[in-house]
């Protein structure tokens, strides 16, 4: 198992940018395909992006796809969310999310059973 900690969270204006980062204590990490997700207020949590054990296989959702990009180094244990033309939706508590198989789709929250603790994101108009 792996512990993870996100990081970058903050405040940015429409059209801005920032950079998530989620750091996993532990050995395993290169076997964990991994997921970002997002929980807006007053909303249920929903899915982001994800990416495979080695980086070479990634989907989005269609609210952020060509926006935001994923992307892992193994070698650093640490996985990133490069957000890029950020809108006022995009504001939420940002969740980094491991799991070693992939018994559901890539986008359902109960695939994944490591969290972190989350990283606020909001954008101003």
Known sequence: ????????????QAGGSLRLSCTASGRTFSRHFMGWFRQPPGKEREFVAFISWSGGSTSYSDSVKGRFTISRDNTKNTMSLQMNNL?????????????????RQVTDRFTYDTW??????????
């Open 1 to 12: 198992q792996v512990q993870l900690v996100e990081s970058g969270g903050g405040l940015a």
């Open 87 to 103: 809108k006022p939706e995009d504001k939420a508590i940002y969740y980094c999310a491991a799991s070693q198989t992939l018994g």
């Open 116 to 125: 972190g603790q989350g990283t606020q994101v909001t954008v101003s108009s």
